[in-house]
């Protein structure tokens, strides 16, 4: 019971250190910051619109996601130009990601 009781102190540590973030993302976590509703647009104009279908491609192909690079900044942008996604949603879909220590999506 002493280890069992040892072990969970150390879990109480562990959830009070600060939280960590990233600048950078797996592509999953910066997919999962859109709603299904902003999914569905940005692939209903895929349909017809190939400057959309470049960014999806880029991004399907991608290791990873940095808010930092003028690519993802400018792929947001060309999504509210086209009404895909509001203006407001800007800077959630462009925040840092909280890095979740073991987790990997």
């Given at each position: 019971?002493?280890?069992e009781r040892?072990?969970?102190?150390?879990d109480?540590?562990k959830?009070q250190?600060?939280?960590?973030?990233s600048d950078?993302?797996?592509?999953?976590?910066?997919r999962?910051?859109?709603t299904?509703?902003?999914?569905t647009?940005?692939y209903?104009i895929a349909?017809t619109?190939?400057t959309?279908r470049?960014?999806?491609d880029d991004?399907?192909?991608?290791?990873?996601v940095s808010?930092?690079?003028?690519?993802?900044?400018?792929?947001?942008?060309?999504m509210?130009?086209?009404g895909?996604i509001?203006?407001s949603r800007?800077d959630a879909?462009?925040?840092?990601?909280?890095?979740?220590?073991?987790?990997e999506?």
């Amino acid at each position: 019971r002493d280890v069992e009781r040892s072990r969970g102190l150390g879990d109480v540590y562990k959830r009070q250190e600060p939280d960590v973030y990233s600048d950078s993302m797996s592509v999953l976590v910066f997919r999962d910051r859109f709603t299904l509703p902003e999914k569905t647009s940005i692939y209903a104009i895929a349909d017809t619109d190939s400057t959309m279908r470049v960014i999806l491609d880029d991004l399907n192909s991608a290791t990873y996601v940095s808010i930092l690079d003028q690519q993802t900044i400018n792929g947001v942008d060309y999504m509210i130009s086209v009404g895909a996604i509001e203006a407001s949603r800007r800077d959630a879909i462009l925040a840092p990601a909280l890095q979740v220590l073991g987790e990997e999506r």
